[in-house]
């Protein structure tokens, strides 16, 4: 049977969450992630659970959410993790879960290919910052707000990183060597360097934190971990930002300057090619006169019978 919710700003419409996919307890974190409606159906022995989301965004962070730490890439699309009986893949605003077993690739392009009001957005620029160096595989987590930071990282609650100013967040676990105990990083990335400054401060008053900031990016290492630890990990986040600029660039001076050039050329052809015309016609006017006797003698052109002899 088919099981569909819907949320809206402000109210649910109707709040059926699939208990192979989240607990009753998890409404505020679908409502934070932007969940728009979920719907249930069968290919064969397999249950397809998709889930449509407002945004990319939403959507990204539900797909980290839902897959198993014991699953492992897979090649059914681009973003696709898999287990031994389940598969959970991200497509635009979309993610689709497949339980009891592993869809084939064909059925699953036909599904993506079906799914209405697919919107495709950029990634959230904090993906550049995350350090892949150590990191456990199929850990890192999303953070749009305080009901996912609370389900993720909830010994950070306490410094309220201040998500209403537009603050997004990512949490990762990660190794330092091959036997020891995961470290847990944070990375918040803020609108403004003076957000970030003035968070900071917040950030280590909590206990058992190691903070590092610059620029827009503040990274945070929480729980057991010493200090040597703590400084490893932070010296492998990336804390350059990259900057993509939308603004139209100047036209450079040398496509008109070059347009230009060609013009003059193709003037001068075109006067060049009247000319000669011209100068045909004048010429075929005379010779007809001349050959047939109208070419009066003050117009006639005195020729010089030039000879060696």
């Not at 607990?23 to 934070?32: G, K, N, P, V």
């Not at 707000?145 to 209403?164: I, V, W």
């Not at 990259?242 to 496509?255: A, D, F, G, L, Q």
Request: aromatic content about 10%.
């Amino acid at each position: 049977m088919s099981r569909r919710y819907n949320l809206i700003p402000g109210c649910i419409i109707s709040c059926v969450l699939l208990a192979s996919a989240a607990r009753a307890d998890d409404q505020s974190l679908w409502r934070e992630y932007g969940l728009i409606h979920s719907t249930t159906s069968h290919i064969g022995k397999l249950s397809v659970t998709s889930y449509q989301m407002k945004d990319l965004t939403g959507a990204l962070a539900v797909w980290e959410w839902l897959r198993s730490t014991n699953s492992r890439p897979c090649d059914l699309a681009p973003f696709c993790t898999r287990d031994s009986n389940r598969v959970v893949l991200w497509d635009d605003n979309y993610v689709v879960t497949f339980d009891g077993g592993i869809p084939t690739k064909s059925a699953v392009d036909s599904l993506l290919q079906t799914l209405p009001n697919k919107r495709d957005t950029a990634l959230p620029a904090i993906f550049t910052f995350l350090p892949h160096q150590g990191l456990v595989p199929e850990s890192a987590r999303y953070v749009l707000g305080p009901d996912s930071l609370q389900t993720f990282a909830p010994e950070l609650t306490p410094a309220k990183p201040g998500f209403n100013e537009g603050v997004e967040a990512q949490v990762a676990e990660y190794k330092i060597a091959d036997d020891s105990t995961p470290l847990r990083l944070a990375i918040f990335y803020y609108p403004t360097p003076e957000m970030a400054r003035l968070h900071s401060s917040t950030f280590k008053l909590v206990p058992n934190t190691h903070v590092k900031r610059s620029g827009l990016l503040l990274a945070v290492v929480f729980g057991r971990a010493t200090d040597a630890q703590a400084d490893t990990l932070l010296s492998r986040v990336e804390y350059e930002a990259k900057i993509t600029w939308n603004e139209t660039p100047p036209p450079s001076p040398i496509k008109p300057l070059y347009q230009l050039l060609v013009n003059i050329m193709y003037l001068s052809i075109i006067l060049s090619a009247l000319c000669l015309v011209a100068g045909l016609i004048y010429a075929s006017m005379r010779i007809y006169r001349r050959r047939y006797g109208t070419l009066d003698q003050d117009e006639a052109m005195t020729t010089l019978h030039l000879t060696g002899d």
